[in-house]
Structure formats: structure tokens, C-alpha cells
Antibody, heavy 123, light 109 residues
Framework: EVQLVQSGAEVKKSGESLQISCKTS????????IGWVRQMPGKGLEWMGI????????RYSPSFQGQVTISADKSIRTAYLQWTSLKASDTAMYYC????????????????WGQGTLVTVSS | SELTQPPSVSVSPGQPARITCSGD??????GYWYKQKPGQAPVLVMY???ERPSGIPERFSGSSSGTTVTLTISGVQAEDEADYYC?????????????FGGGTKLTVL
């Protein structure tokens, strides 16, 4: 069974750094891209970026390029989303999700999702 | 590139619900659909316009025409009440970017 288990809720202050994680199991970690999706309170889904754990190649949404860093550790089958200086506007639920396309063609779609990590940033 | 969904759709139990998603990139890329209930992670309910993942009820179906993809739920049930998001991919030789629609709240009357 494919599983993505995210780290727990975080409460931080503006300017602090943060790394949240997404630990996977049940499939070949290095064969599938993993994406990150933001959902601000009461709002819709926003794609942040995606990583291929096989070689750590990443793609970012222009909206998030330079604002966050996506990484992965093959040895522990875990993907990460990192901020160096949080802002109050980063308050949101963050989801990791597996891209089922296997990188074939232009398609990307997310067949398995983590439970989400709520990040709250106070100013 | 944008994907446009109606903010809300209301339907009585047992009636069909149709949720549309429109955008130029859908003329050359597939559409995908996710269902999200309050406090839960999204769930994939349709991929490549018309393909239903295992475990998704047969009353869910998808179609595509031109720049619009449609998710149809035949015989809506109370458990279908949720937010539904369409998704596609904007791509060129140098980039691929996931695009989500704004979401549609399906209310079962």
C-alpha cells in the first residue's frame, strides 16, 4: 500500500526557518516524482513544485521559486519542504503527493496524498 | 494559464451533477479531478479526462470537449458533498507546471 506520512503541525514566528517532511512507503521512492501543494485557510489548491528523488531534479511554480526549497533523501524515502525565513502569509496546510505519471510525457497527476502539515506563522 | 470552475453546484440526491473546468490548455492536455472533504486531503477521482482510479464509484465519470473537461456524478449521494478541483499541466520544451482550478463546492440539497 502506498503511504505518504507527513510531519506534524508547526507553530512558528515570522523570520524563523522550517523544514517539513513527507515519509513514503509501499512503492519505489526513486521512480516517482513527489509534489508539494499549498492550501491557505479556506482557499483552493496551489502547486508549489515537484522533485524526482531518483536524481533530485526539481521544478518549481514561478509563484514559489526562491521562496521554498524542495529536497529528498533517498536513504530514508523522505521528501522535504523548507523555508529559510517564514512569513505570516505562509500560514497554510501543506500537502505532499505522489505523481503517478512516472514522468512519461507531459502529464502530472497525484494519486496518493499525505495527510497534510498545518503550518501557522505568527507575526 | 488558468482553469476556470464554477464556484458552486447544487443538486438533489439521486440527480446528476456536472462540474465543468475550462481553459485553453485543456485543448492539448489532459484534465484531472480531485475530491476534497473538509479537513481531509484531496483524493484523485478522475485522471486523463475519463479514467477512473480503482476504488472510485462508477457513478463518477469524466468527459472532454475542446477546452472543457467535465466531471459527472450520476445519482449524487450525500457522501459526494465536497469541494472538487480540476487540474492540468501547462508545458513547453523548457517547463512543466501543474495548474489547479479554483474549486467547485458541490452541495447535496
Amino acid at each position: 500500500e502506498v503511504q505518504l506520512v507527513q510531519s506534524g503541525a508547526e507553530v512558528k514566528k515570522s523570520g524563523e526557518s522550517l523544514q517539513i517532511s513527507c515519509k513514503t512507503s509501499g512503492y519505489s521512492f526513486t521512480s516517482y516524482w513527489i509534489g508539494w501543494v499549498r492550501q491557505m485557510p479556506g482557499k483552493g489548491l496551489e502547486w508549489m513544485g515537484i522533485i524526482y528523488p531518483g536524481d533530485s531534479k526539481t521544478r518549481y511554480s514561478p509563484s514559489f521559486q526562491g521562496q521554498v526549497t524542495i529536497s529528498a533523501d533517498k536513504s530514508i524515502r523522505t521528501a522535504y519542504l523548507q523555508w529559510t525565513s517564514l512569513k505570516a502569509s505562509d500560514t497554510a496546510m501543506y500537502y505532499c503527493a505522489r505523481d503517478d505519471s512516472l514522468g512519461i510525457g507531459d502529464d502530472i497527476w497525484f494519486d496518493s496524498w499525505g495527510q497534510g502539515t498545518l503550518v501557522t506563522v505568527s507575526s | 494559464s488558468e482553469l476556470t470552475q464554477p464556484p458552486s453546484v447544487s443538486v438533489s440526491p439521486g440527480q446528476p451533477a456536472r462540474i465543468t473546468c475550462s481553459g485553453d490548455l485543456l485543448s492539448k492536455q489532459y484534465g484531472y479531478w480531485y475530491k476534497q472533504k473538509p479537513g481531509q486531503a484531496p483524493v484523485l477521482v478522475m485522471y486523463k479526462d475519463t479514467e477512473r482510479p480503482s476504488g472510485i464509484p462508477e457513478r463518477f465519470s469524466g468527459s472532454s470537449s475542446g477546452t472543457t473537461v467535465t466531471l459527472t456524478i450520476s445519482g449524487v449521494q450525500a457522501e459526494d458533498e465536497a469541494d472538487y478541483y480540476c487540474q492540468s499541466v501547462d508545458s513547453s520544451d523548457t517547463y512543466r507546471e501543474v495548474v489547479f482550478g479554483g474549486g467547485t463546492k458541490l452541495t447535496v440539497l
